[in-house]
């Protein structure tokens, strides 16, 4: 009986933050068409930044609970949350998008191809790349300091902050408008262009709403674990992470079901930037930062998936659901992988 009343629970806490997701994309969008942005920016940055910042916020203080009190197991549970972030939004999440466009098209509710700024999502998943690939290096690098407190890996870390501030002003300052129609704003909907204030009121009460449904979640899920007996690595390394990335994958969701797909493929790459740099600088500069072997497969997993993406645009100038769903293999690939890595 408390299977069913957890599982119950599960369902009305799904259901609340698919509300707030919705309620969100739609807010977000006015944002943008009211600062004049372009999808590039409106989904790689504002969305992206927005439904990421809730779970990131997580580990970071848990790593600063841990340096402030010289705790190291705590630092190494938020290691593993800051380096999870990004795989499961390059594999997980951008299958599960793929896999929505499929349905949608099957049920007639759109055509199967994607119209996506090759160029705006391009640029996410290199800078994605490149920023993963040396927050990961980084944890091989010794600590040899630099005069004072500064160490290499500190200073590795101010070099990504530099790289996401250049990523963010060159995707603000990319040409280019919000296109397709927007629905009226829920807290405005008497209103042709709503005035700002509700506009902001609504991403504060969306997100919100977001954040706590998000925690309750996790909470839920890991109950059930525990009456599972599910073992505490998969639960870390798998279920924790799903949980904690589901907005983005609802956003994502939402927007390709309208045919949106610059939005919703840039609030993942986006996301994916945004992780991979400020949750990560705040790891090399608080942390010893010396990754688990299952956290280093994961690292290698998601860069794995996010090269696929970047060739298959390079070669071909688009993006299909069924490269999407190739996600969803090598997210396979390490939970085999789990099996003979050994934290």
């Given at each position: 009986?408390?299977?069913?009343?957890?599982?119950?629970?599960?369902?009305?806490?799904?259901?609340?933050?698919?509300?707030?997701?919705?309620?969100?994309?739609?807010?977000?969008?006015?944002?943008?068409?009211?600062?004049?942005l372009n999808e590039g920016?409106?989904?790689?940055?504002?969305?992206?930044?927005?439904?990421?910042?809730p779970e990131t916020i997580?580990?970071?203080?848990?790593?600063?609970?841990?340096?402030?009190?010289?705790?190291?197991?705590?630092?190494?549970?938020?290691?593993?949350?800051?380096?999870?972030?990004?795989?499961?939004?390059?594999?997980?999440?951008?299958?599960?998008?793929?896999?929505?466009?499929?349905?949608f098209v099957r049920q007639?509710?759109?055509?199967?191809?994607?119209?996506?700024?090759?160029?705006?999502?391009?640029?996410?998943?290199?800078?994605?790349?490149?920023?993963?690939?040396?927050?990961?290096?980084?944890?091989?690098?010794?600590?040899?300091?630099?005069?004072?407190?500064?160490?290499?890996?500190?200073?590795?870390?101010?070099?990504?902050?530099?790289?996401?501030?250049?990523?963010?002003?060159?995707?603000?300052?990319?040409?280019?408008?919000?296109?397709?129609?927007?629905?009226?704003?829920?807290?405005?909907?008497?209103?042709?262009?709503?005035?700002?204030?509700?506009?902001?009121?609504?991403?504060?009460?969306?997100?919100?709403?977001?954040?706590?449904?998000?925690?309750?979640?996790?909470?839920?899920?890991?109950?059930?674990?525990?009456?599972?007996?599910?073992?505490?690595?998969?639960?870390?390394?798998?279920?924790?992470?799903?949980?904690?990335?589901?907005?983005?994958?609802?956003?994502?969701?939402?927007?390709?079901?309208?045919?949106?797909?610059?939005?919703?493929?840039?609030?993942?790459?986006?996301?994916?930037?945004?992780?991979?740099?400020?949750?990560?600088?705040?790891?090399?500069?608080?942390?010893?930062?010396?990754?688990?072997?299952?956290?280093?497969?994961?690292?290698?997993?998601?860069?794995?998936?996010?090269?696929?993406?970047?060739?298959?645009?390079?070669?071909?100038?688009?993006?299909?659901?069924?490269?999407?769903?190739?996600?969803?293999?090598?997210?396979?690939?390490?939970?085999?992988?789990?099996?003979?890595?050994?934290?």
């Open positions: 009986m408390s299977t069913l009343i957890d599982v119950a629970v599960l369902l009305v806490i799904i259901t609340g933050i698919i509300i707030a997701c919705e309620a969100f994309t739609n807010s977000i969008e006015w944002l943008g068409k009211l600062l004049n920016a409106v989904g790689s940055v504002l969305a992206a930044v927005g439904t990421a910042l997580v580990p970071i203080i848990a790593i600063t609970s841990a340096y402030m009190s010289g705790n190291p197991g705590g630092a190494a549970i938020g290691e593993g949350a800051i380096v999870g972030a990004p795989f499961m939004l390059s594999t997980l999440a951008m299958f599960i998008t793929g896999a929505a466009i499929v349905i007639g509710r759109r055509g199967p191809e994607m119209p996506v700024d090759t160029v705006v999502l391009g640029r996410d998943l290199t800078t994605f790349l490149v920023v993963y690939a040396l927050g990961i290096l980084a944890t091989f690098v010794p600590d040899w300091g630099l005069g004072g407190w500064l160490t290499v890996k500190h200073f590795i870390g101010f070099g990504l902050i530099g790289i996401y501030a250049w990523y963010v002003a060159r995707t603000l300052a990319e040409p280019g408008e919000l296109g397709g129609d927007i629905s009226p704003l829920y807290f405005a909907r008497k209103h042709d262009e709503p005035p700002m204030w509700r506009v902001a009121l609504q991403i504060l009460v969306a997100l919100g709403a977001i954040i706590v449904g998000a925690h309750f979640f996790v909470e839920r899920i890991e109950h059930l674990a525990e009456l599972w007996h599910v073992p505490a690595l998969v639960l870390s390394l798998l279920i924790t992470p799903v949980a904690t990335e589901l907005p983005e994958k609802l956003n994502s969701v939402l927007w390709v079901r309208v045919k949106k797909d610059t939005l919703a493929l840039g609030n993942l790459t986006g996301a994916m930037v945004f992780q991979s740099c400020i949750p990560v600088a705040v790891g090399l500069w608080m942390t010893p930062w010396n990754l688990s072997k299952p956290s280093l497969l994961s690292a290698a997993i998601a860069l794995a998936s996010g090269a696929v993406l970047v060739l298959y645009m390079r070669r071909t100038g688009k993006l299909t659901p069924w490269i999407l769903m190739v996600g969803g293999a090598f997210y396979l690939a390490f939970v085999i992988g789990l099996w003979w890595v050994k934290a």
